[in-house]
């Protein structure tokens, strides 16, 4: 497409960082024993506030219009819808086949002497399979984050800061078990780190798969995937989340908040 090439640097720094906030979150969970259940409450449901607004607002009507202009109207809506369920049907996919990546680091725990042998394995296997589960999970949120720095920077910094936001206790998740099980700090960080850095891997071999045949028809229809995909990650991931670690009408609190900053910052930017 004219002027692809333009915003593509900006789009792999923005998934850099966003896979870089995976080792934050390891960062701070070694470093930092305390733990704000509130604020992480509101994080995850602000950021699941943006990228549903963004989702409905910007990618859905931009894929809408893209595939309308070269399917038609009514073709083009009908083909938009069925690309977004199937972003959502992928990441359902891969839900079922991967293994769970639970909150274990957010349970408090340390390294401990009087730990069982068989505890300690269970734990390091739960990091393990966690780091798996985040890596593969991060290939189509970095693709996400991608395709809408691409076509729009504006919102697509948006949308990475609300994924980096959700990247953090992920990292938590990796490096907790695997420091309890392990006692070794710099072990639990590259692990965590590692996983990150699925995510400008898949927007980076999104970029090169794709740019060959990035038509209008390809665009539109892998930016109407993406919006499905965040609306999944946001349903499945983001609220159950934020509900767990706080109240309902916190999180109602911090999704409403979400929507209107994004919202807000659309309608001054436009």
């Known amino acids: 497409?004219?002027?692809?090439?333009?915003?593509?640097?900006?789009?792999?720094?923005?998934?850099?960082?966003?896979?870089?906030?995976?080792?934050?979150?390891?960062l701070l969970g070694l470093l930092n024993r305390s733990f704000n259940p509130r604020l992480l409450a509101l994080s995850l449901s602000f950021s699941a506030?943006?990228?549903i607004q963004v989702s409905f607002l910007e990618i859905f009507p931009k894929a809408r219009t893209a595939l309308s202009a070269v399917l038609?109207?009514?073709?083009?809506?009908?083909?938009?819808?069925?690309?977004?369920?199937?972003?959502?049907?992928?990441?359902?996919?891969?839900?079922?086949?991967?293994?769970?990546?639970?909150?274990?680091?957010l349970l408090g725990l340390h390294p401990s002497q009087s730990a069982?042998?068989?505890?300690?394995?269970?734990?390091?296997?739960?990091?393990?399979f966690s780091a798996l589960a985040i890596a593969i999970h991060n290939f189509p949120e970095g693709?996400?984050?991608?395709?809408?720095?691409v076509s729009n920077p504006r919102f697509g910094f948006s949308i990475a800061m609300a994924i980096a936001i959700h990247n953090i206790p992920e990292g938590l998740a990796i490096s907790a078990p695997v420091h309890y099980a392990t006692g070794n700090r710099a072990l639990a960080f590259w692990l965590s780190f590692a996983s990150g850095l699925a995510e400008p891997l898949g927007a980076l071999l999104g970029y090169v798969l794709l740019r060959s045949v990035l038509t209008p028809l390809v665009m539109g229809v892998v930016f109407a995937s993406v919006g499905g995909v965040m609306?999944?990650?946001?349903?499945?991931?983001?609220?159950p989340a934020a509900q767990r670690y706080g109240t309902h009408h916190q999180m109602?609190?911090?999704?409403?908040?979400?929507?209107?900053?994004?919202?807000?910052?659309l309608l001054f930017l436009a």
Request: glycine share 12%; net charge negative.
């Open 231 to 239: 609306v999944y990650i946001c349903l499945d991931e983001l609220l």
């Open 49 to 51: 506030g943006v990228m």
């Open 252 to 265: 109602i609190a911090g999704v409403i908040a979400g929507m209107v900053v994004m919202s807000t910052s």
């Open 72 to 105: 038609g109207v009514r073709a083009g809506y009908v083909w938009t819808t069925i690309a977004f369920f199937a972003g959502i049907a992928l990441m359902a996919a891969l839900d079922q086949v991967l293994p769970s990546h639970g909150d274990a680091a």
């Open 116 to 128: 069982s042998a068989e505890e300690k394995n269970t734990l390091l296997r739960m990091g393990l």
């Open 143 to 149: 693709l996400a984050t991608f395709m809408a720095a």
């Open 1 to 26: 497409m004219p002027g692809l090439d333009q915003h593509v640097h900006f789009a792999l720094l923005l998934t850099l960082f966003t896979g870089l906030s995976t080792g934050i979150g390891s």
